[in-house]
Nanobody
């Protein structure tokens, strides 16, 4: 059974940066796609970014394109989401997920999720 644990969230101000980490265990080597999603109170979980094996194959939501960077360290079994130029609209609980090859933007395609880490951006 795959287990994912996120960390790195916190309270920051507009324009600040954060780096989220997602450490995997339980046989995630077979899962080629790691994705990040976020969910704000009263809203549905939405796609943020995903990576297939390396940063050369990455996808981003339009809302974070140019500000967020997703990466992956296979040796450490850890994924990262570098978030720069944060704005209040980025406030949400951020979740990492893992899935087999497929549509990286499809929430239903991710069978495994972390517990989430809170990111709060004040004005």
């Amino acid at each position: 059974q795959v287990q994912l644990v996120e960390s790195g969230g916190g309270l920051v101000q507009t324009g600040d940066s954060l780096r989220l980490s997602c450490t995997a265990s339980g046989g995630t080597d077979s899962y080629l796609i790691m994705g990040w999603f976020r969910q704000a109170p009263g809203k549905e979980r939405e796609f943020v970014a995903a990576i297939v094996r390396s940063a050369d194959t990455a996808s981003y939501a339009d809302s974070v394109e140019g500000r967020f960077t997703i990466s992956r360290d296979k040796a450490k079994n850890t994924g990262y989401l570098q978030m720069n130029s944060l704005v209040p609209e980025d406030t949400a609980v951020y979740y990492c997920g893992a899935r087999p090859p497929g549509d990286v933007r499809s929430i239903k395609g991710y069978p495994y999720w972390g517990q989430g880490t809170q990111v709060t951006v004040s004005s």
